[in-house]
């Protein structure tokens, strides 16, 4: 991220008051006065895509590339964003100004692909472009204000087994047909490409000749490598519990609205139903 300066000379800015005096210590790039380095040393100046800045309300922004990351505001707010941009760029340079050897700061991280951050022992979400409100106090560190919240999608068992239900003919055919075939056959992908509902659609006829095309892309997804990566031969299988699952995750794109519960949680979930939510239009 910072190519040769070090993250130890990122300036440690926890109030306004910080922001504000670092940022009048500075002093503009030659022939560009709007321009002024966070990093105020001889190598930190030439990373003139990091820097801070003056607003017109008397905020002072710390600004990354294009995105203002950081805002320091006269009443002691401080706001992040990261302007859609959940990256470790993003975070690690959010992190260095409020978090630098403090046991009290705040640090941001990631968390599938979104933007996560702690204080103390708590983690809190940041979607995309949201904007996540602190205060520093010296004596206890950094708190959330009205921190967003956070929702977790759970499965609903009894409308999760009526929907297998509809599919078992079609879920027993594959199974079948996974202990039967060679799966060296299949290394190579299917014909085929469907979308969650088209493939749906698919298992739900009676005719196991409209089923083929669907099978032979599920049997080429659910390919795995028996044995330790080490082995000089591995061999091909096709578990049953990879179809189960290839299957269900068809059911859960196709079904969503029915067959998740949303409920709100205090942190980060680790479930993965979120996936799902993209609906029965998801390439498989």
Partial sequence: MYGNTNLYEMPALRTYQDALEHYESIKPIRGKDWLRPIINTPNGRRRQHMRIQANRDGSVACVLYNTTVLTYYPNDEIHFTNDGYATTTTHQFATALLNRWDRYGCSFSSHKGQTTATVGKQTVE?????????????????????????YAYYLKRAPMGMRRKEVAAFTTHAKALAKLVDPQQFLHGARHRFTASEFHEVMLSDDPEVWWP?????????????????????????????????????????????????????KPNNNGNEKYLHGGGTYL
């Fill in 214 to 266: 669907a099978i032979e892309q599920l049997l080429a997804s659910c390919i795995r490598y028996d044995g330790d990566w080490f082995q000089v031969e591995r061999k091909l299988t096709i578990p049953p519990a990879g179809v189960s699952a290839f299957i269900d995750d068809v059911i859960k794109y196709v079904h969503f609205d029915d067959l998740f519960e949303r409920r709100e949680v205090d």
């Fill in 126 to 150: 940041v979607g995309p472009g949201e904007v996540l409100k602190l205060k520093y106090d010296r004596d206890t560190g950094f708190d959330f204000i009205d921190p967003p919240k956070m």
